[in-house]
C-alpha cells in the first residue's frame, strides 16, 4: 500500500490487515529510525513480544509492524540495506502461512523490492566521503548535476545524506546511481495497492498534520535528540521538519516560520511521490478503506477475518 504523506495509507493498511490477517512492512525511509516519532508520523505502537513467535516487535495495537523504529537516527541507511532486510523478513511471514503488506511512500523502497532491482552497494572510500561532507549542499547538488543529470532529477535535492550517496555511488563507479539500480527477476508475486486523494484536500491535510505535529511536542522531539548528543548532520535529522527545527534553534528563523516551511516542504515532497508513483501502470488506485477492502477480496480471493 502506497502513496503520498497524509493520504492516510498507514490508517487504512491497519484495517485491511486487520480484516485479512496481513503482517505489515515498513517502507517509509524515516520511520524505520528509532527515537522520529511525531515529525515521521510514525504509527504509536510498542514494543513487545509476537503473539506467535514470541519475538520483539514493534505493534500499532495487535498488529505486527517490521521495519520500524529500528535503526539509530545517526546511521546512514540505505534502501540497499533495506531491501536485503525486508526480503529475509518477508519470507519469514510467508512460512507462516501469513501474507504481507508493505506500508510507505517511499518510492525508491519499494520499486527495489517489487522490480527486484540489483542497488549500488556502498561506496567504502572513506576520503572522498570526508571530502564531499564538506562541502554545503548547493555545491553537492552543482556537483551531481554535472555528474548525474539524471539522478538529480530524481532524488531530493533538499536532503543532503541522498545528494551525497547519488554523488558518491556516480564518483565511484562512473555510472548513474539511477541507471545502477537494475531490474532482475520478481522475487514477490506484489499487488500494488495506491491511496488517492485529491491535491487541495492533500494540501488540508498537510497542513492540518504539521499543526498537530507542533501541538504534539514536536519541537521537544528534536530538542530531545540534540540533548541526546545528536547533531543536525544526523542522517536521519536532515529530513522534513527536523531540518527546519533545527534551523529555528540555531535562531535562523521563528517558530512560525519553521512550521511553515515545513508546510511547503512537505507539499512539494507530496508532489515528489505522486511523480514518482505516476509512472507506474501497475498501482490500482483506490480511494476509500471500502474499495481498498473490495479490492483486496477480488483480487486475492480472500474472506474477511473480521470487517472493515
Known sequence: MLGP??????AWAYLLAHAFDFEIINADSRQVYGQLQIGTAKPKGEW??????????????????????????????TVAEWKVSVETRAREIVSRNKKVLFVGGTGLYLDALTENFEMPVRDHGNARRIELQKKPLVELVRLLREYDATSAARVDI????????????????????????????????????????????????INARVDMMTEEGFLKEVQTLLYAGYTEDAHALQSVGYRELIAHLKGEMTLDEAVQRIKIATRQYA???????????????????????????????????QGL
Not at 280 to 293: C, F, G, N, T, Y
Open 5 to 10: 504523506t497524509a493520504s492516510g495509507k498507514s
Open 48 to 77: 513487545r513480544a509476537h503473539p506467535q513467535t514470541g519475538e520483539r516487535v514493534y505493534m500499532v495495537e495487535d498488529i505486527p509492524h517490521y521495519l520500524m523504529d529500528v535503526i539509530d537516527p545517526a546511521y546512514p541507511y
Open 158 to 205: 533538499k536532503n543532503q545524506r541522498r545528494v551525497l550517496r547519488a554523488l558518491e555511488v556516480v564518483l565511484a563507479t562512473g555510472e548513474s546511481f539511477v541507471a545502477q539500480q537494475k531490474k532482475q527477476l520478481p522475487q514477490f508475486d506484489a499487488f500494488k495497492l495506491g491511496v488517492r486523494v485529491p491535491m487541495e484536500e492533500l494540501t488540508h491535510r
Open 271 to 305: 508532489k515528489r511521490q505522486m511523480t514518482w508513483f505516476k509512472r507506474d501502470k501497475k498501482i490500482k488506485w483506490v480511494e476509500s478503506s471500502e474499495q481498498a477492502r473490495d479490492v483486496v477480496m477480488l483480487h486475492y480471493g480472500m474472506p474477511l477475518r
